[in-house]
Each structure stands twice: as structure tokens, then as C-alpha cells.
């Protein structure tokens, strides 16, 4: 707001924008992270592998420890409590001795859609942490309105497993 001054010289007062308010405003933060993303491929493969491995050794770093000692079911059901920070839609399905993490409202939708490489961090993350290999059957990228993470129970993961698993997209 503006005080008059009879539309002379500067305005007596003024105003600015707080931290709090720039919510208000648009963000172009999707657009920026897929320019970061393109960028690290320039430099090389290795490069955004390098950003993806440190981003899955986080997030391991950060649940392993509330994971050790339990069964997969019990993992699967902490897990799904860790994701709904973000999608409270997450939840886990059980059907004929199998079971699958259901992603329905992914943090990431914008730059994954994408940038699909950015979802092998959660497919290597929960490779690891349920120490089985998980597959994602369903994509929201294909339209399926979902990312069903399909959890392979007999299919144990080894000390050679890698820890950045790219998916074949």
C-alpha cells in the first residue's frame, strides 16, 4: 500500500515481500531440477549416477536402522508409514502371496514423468531396505495412475547387488 503523495517523486511507503509469503507466487522448481538433471548427464552417465547413488545411500542411511530386525511385512508396513509423509494415498497390497507397495500421489510427478531415471531411487531404495528385489509393474509415466512397486519375495537380493538400480524404461 501506497500512501498519497499527489503522484509525485516516490512513494512514502513501502512494501516488500516476506519469506512467508512467497508461496503466493509461482515456482518454476520442476523445470529447474530437470535442467539440473540434464546437465549432470552432460557431464557424463556417471555423474547423475553419482547424484542418484548418493540420494539412495541417504535414505538408506536414514531408514535402515528402523528397519533392522524385523520380517518384510513389518518393513513393508514402515515403509508405506515413511512414504505417506508424502503420498497419504500410499498403502500396501497383498494378493496371492505377493505383495506390492502402492505409490498413488508421487512427491516427484513432474520431473518424473520426465525424468523417469529419478524413480530408480525408490526401486533401489526398497530393493535394499526389503532386501529383495521390488520391480515397478505399474508407472504413473504409462498412465496407470499409480506406481505399483512389486515386491519379489523370492528373489533375494546378494552382497553383489548393486545399489543404484536403473529400470528399463
Known sequence: RFSENNGVGRPLWQYRLTTA?????????????IEVFDTLTLLGEDVLKNLLSAMIEERIRQWE??????????????????Y???????????KDHS???????????????KRPILCSVSVSVL??????SVKREKRLQNGDGCCAFQVLLNDPITENTSRIIIEDE
Open 21 to 33: 509469503g512467497e508461496h503466493l507466487f509461482n515456482k518454476n522448481y520442476d523445470q529447474l531440477t
Open 65 to 82: 536402522p528402523k528397519l533392522t530386525g524385523l520380517s518384510i511385512i513389518e518393513r513393508l508396513d514402515i515403509l508405506k508409514d515413511f
Open 127 to 132: 530393493t535394499h531396505l526389503l532386501g529383495c
Open 84 to 94: 505417506k509423509k508424502d503420498d497419504s494415498f500410499m498403502e500396501v497390497e497383498h
Open 99 to 113: 505383495y506390492s507397495l502402492i505409490e498413488r500421489n508421487c512427491p516427484f510427478h513432474n520431473v518424473a514423468i
